[in-house]
């Protein structure tokens, strides 16, 4: 008697509640894996371009198409370029990386004591705007040098840190074919493809659009409304 009182509430509640906020569920989740995610960094690999705390608007669709939950392509219509920051996974551990690309397919790449080489020729070095620099605390300012790295598609920040044992020459190596060179802005803090080689094309989740939010971990989590919408560099 007592069941049979329950099972109306309990079909009631599967069809009016549960069932459609599972089926929002799925399809707002299933609509992130394939168009468009955000990502949070908890590393200082791409300073001072992104910080810790930095949470990344990632393009799922600014390259293919892929079978949500899946790296499995279903229709592609343009190639990451040099110079785009973008999300992949790495070819080491399946890790979700944020780096910048600097090879593309066919490419040679070589560092020299810090300085970039592509196909040979020497890629230029410029001085920072204060306001870039000004992104990391000033505390720890005085322990870095900055520079604007003018790749011949974009200018974008580096940094590096003198004092930290960093591999800083690397190379010369060519980029095989569907395969991309990523390095973290941050040079001697960035695990990258200097350590685990080139980024099959098959691996790259979509391009880094803009910080779209940002948290001071050093301050608890104090927001840092100045990054809030801001492109990406």
């Known amino acids: 008697m007592q069941t049979s009182r329950w099972k109306p509430a309990a ?12 089926v929002i569920l799925f399809v707002t989740t299933t609509l992130r894996s394939a168009l468009a995610d955000w990502n949070d960094v908890p590393t200082g690999s791409m300073k001072p ?9 990632v393009n799922k669709l600014a390259y293919d198409l892929k079978v949500p939950f899946t790296t499995w392509h279903l229709a592609e219509w343009g190639n990451p370029q040099r110079g785009e920051v ?21 490419d040679t790449v070589e560092l020299r004591d810090n300085r ?12 920072l705007e204060a306001s870039t620099i000004n992104a990391v605390p000033a505390e720890q300012q005085p322990r870095h040098d ?10 974008h920040p580096v940094m590096a840190t003198p004092a ?20 973290g802005d941050n040079r001697d803090n960035s695990l990258d493809s200097r350590y685990f080689g080139p980024v099959p094309r ?20 104090a927001p840092r409304w100045d990054r809030f919408f801001t492109a990406m560099p």
């Open 146 to 155: 900055f520079a604007s790295e003018r790749l011949p598609e974009r200018a």
């Open 11 to 22: 079909r009631r509640l599967w069809l009016e509640w549960l069932k459609p906020g599972l």
């Open 116 to 127: 970039l080489l592509i196909n040979g020729r020497a890629v230029a070095y410029a001085a």
């Open 164 to 183: 930290l044992p960093a591999r800083r020459s690397f190379g010369p190596s060519t980029v095989p074919a569907d395969h991309y060179f990523m390095l």
């Open 86 to 106: 973008v999300v992949f996974f790495s070819p080491a551990d399946g890790q979700r990386l944020v780096k910048r690309i600097i090879g593309l397919p066919g």
């Open 202 to 221: 098959t691996q790259i989740v979509g391009r880094a659009a803009a910080v779209v939010l940002s948290f001071d971990r050093e301050r608890w989590f």
């Open 49 to 57: 371009t992104i910080m810790e705390g930095d949470r990344v608007w």
